[in-house]
């Protein structure tokens, strides 16, 4: 009866939540700023049309990206210049890591590659009947500055992003590359 009682407890804070509640409040925070991104696309795209949609929300990701990346590497105590390494260890700690599948791949020491097997955003729009988003243009930016961010040095290459045609088992696919 004290155990049933103990997880039904009043919380005041997250500092009061045990491992399992830590684990699952960061999971629900990731949810709540996707779905605030989303809601805000959508506003933006209904105000103002699909084309301005994708270049405000790609001029946002542009800084973004970088804005994280600074934060994962200050959290992670992550030296700029790190290599692919470095861009390895962040990319888990990504805000939408998280929430969707992804796997990196390093083939050679020179290369990283970065898929994500599942997206909460193209699956909703799947389960909607919707065609895939077209977040290429967005994903450009957002992945090269994201690397940049961690090391000058780290090229970036989408492999595959729709509107491209992907496998069932992946939504986008990145080459990271350095000398």
């Known amino acids: 009866m004290e155990k049933e009682n103990s997880k039904k407890r009043f919380i005041e804070s997250p500092k009061d939540f045990n491992r399992e509640q830590l684990f699952d409040y960061i999971e629900d925070l990731c ?11 959508l506003e933006v795209e209904n105000e103002f049309g699909i084309e ?4 405000l929300d790609r001029r946002a990701w542009e800084k973004f ?5 600074r934060r994962i590497m200050k959290l992670l105590e992550i030296k700029q210049g790190g290599g692919l390494d470095a861009l ?3 990319l888990k700690f990504r805000l939408y890591a998280n929430i969707n599948e992804q796997t990196i791949e390093r083939p050679d020491s020179n290369t990283l590659i ?4 599942t997206c909460r955003v193209q699956e909703a729009r799947k389960r909607k009947g919707l065609p895939d988003f077209a977040c290429k243009p ?8 994201f690397a940049k961010a961690i090391d000058e040095r780290i090229r970036t290459e989408c ?5 491209d045609e992907h496998p069932a088992n992946a939504f986008c696919c990145w080459r ?3 000398d």
């Open 31 to 41: 949810k709540r700023w996707l779905a605030h991104d989303g809601l805000w696309f």
């Open 52 to 55: 301005t949609a994708i270049e």
């Open 65 to 69: 990206s970088v804005v994280e990346a």
């Open 88 to 90: 390895a260890l962040a």
């Open 114 to 117: 970065f898929t994500m097997n």
């Open 138 to 145: 967005v994903g450009i930016v957002e992945y090269s500055n």
């Open 159 to 163: 492999i595959f992003c729709p509107p």
């Open 176 to 178: 990271f590359s350095i």
